[in-house]
């Protein structure tokens, strides 16, 4: 059985409407047909996030969260994800991980989002934090996705190590002592990342690199982190003063 390590990037919305997608991406009407807006979506619930693949660079479709063995079927994924998890892959490791190196040479994807969720640790308890740019735009995300049958995908979100920004918020080390963040690819390479013909030189660059767009982040409801509760409303996305922290980020 395959391992991987577990951090807390697995927390991300979508809010932006269908047009704004489609002229970002240059995505056809027609495929934003299976689209559905979200607030919140955790990695390990049944709704689908949505990616653009490599090979189909403008068609936009949705993919369940955790990549599984091509040889796997999609009933299997609560099990396997209780065993393995593999919502986020490890951006150091994917060439010689048996599970991803496949992915990251012939199976690459975006993950869109407008902003996602990151704990910071104080006092003994997690403070959610929204994070997002400033300007509120939608960013591509590095991810590597399966296909399980026909138009059945699911995907693993890659993270690297964190800069010193995401270090302040998302303040807990994983099991290798690292800190991490999600690999939120630069607009101007999102296109080299869906690449076909990209050369592994050219990949790992890529696995090194991170976007110039500057972040705004905030504190949000506990919600966030409730499995009890369905966080998929507008107003998870409302600033939540802790007076405890002192300090908004």
């Known amino acids: 059985m395959f391992s991987a390590i577990i951090v807390m990037c697995y927390h991300i919305s979508l809010t932006k409407k269908d047009e704004t997608i489609r002229k970002r991406f240059d995505i056809a009407q027609s495929d934003l047909n299976v689209y559905t807006p979200f607030y919140h979506r955790n990695g390990f619930e049944q709704e689908a996030i949505y990616i653009i693949k490599d090979i189909e660079p403008f068609n936009f479709r949705p993919a369940y969260w955790g990549m599984l ?6 009933n299997e994924r609560r099990a396997f994800l209780k065993k393995s998890n593999t919502l986020n892959a490890r951006a150091e490791g994917l060439l010689e991980s048996p599970l991803f190196n496949k992915s990251i040479e012939h199976n690459r994807c975006l993950i869109l989002a407008d902003g996602f969720f990151e704990p910071h640790g104080f006092n003994g308890q997690n403070y959610p934090h929204y994070i997002t740019y400033k300007d509120h735009s939608i960013m591509g995300i590095a991810g590597i996705y399966t296909e399980l049958d026909d ?20 303040n807990k080390k994983n099991n290798l002592g690292e800190y991490r963040m999600p690999l939120v690819l630069d607009e101007s390479d999102e296109c080299d990342w869906l690449d076909t013909n990209l050369q592994i030189e050219q990949v790992n660059e890529l696995l090194s690199s991170f976007t110039n767009k500057e972040f705004e982040s905030y504190t949000v409801s506990k919600d966030v982190m409730n499995s009890h509760v369905n966080s998929n409303y507008s107003n998870i996305l409302n600033k939540v003063n802790y007076p405890e922290l002192h300090t908004l980020f």
Do not use: G, R, W
Request: glycine letters at 0%; zero cysteines.
């Open 151 to 170: 138009n059945v995908f699911t995907v693993s979100l890659i993270t690297t190590l964190a800069n010193d920004y995401f270090k302040k918020i998302h």
């Open 69 to 74: 063995p091509e040889s796997y079927n999609l």
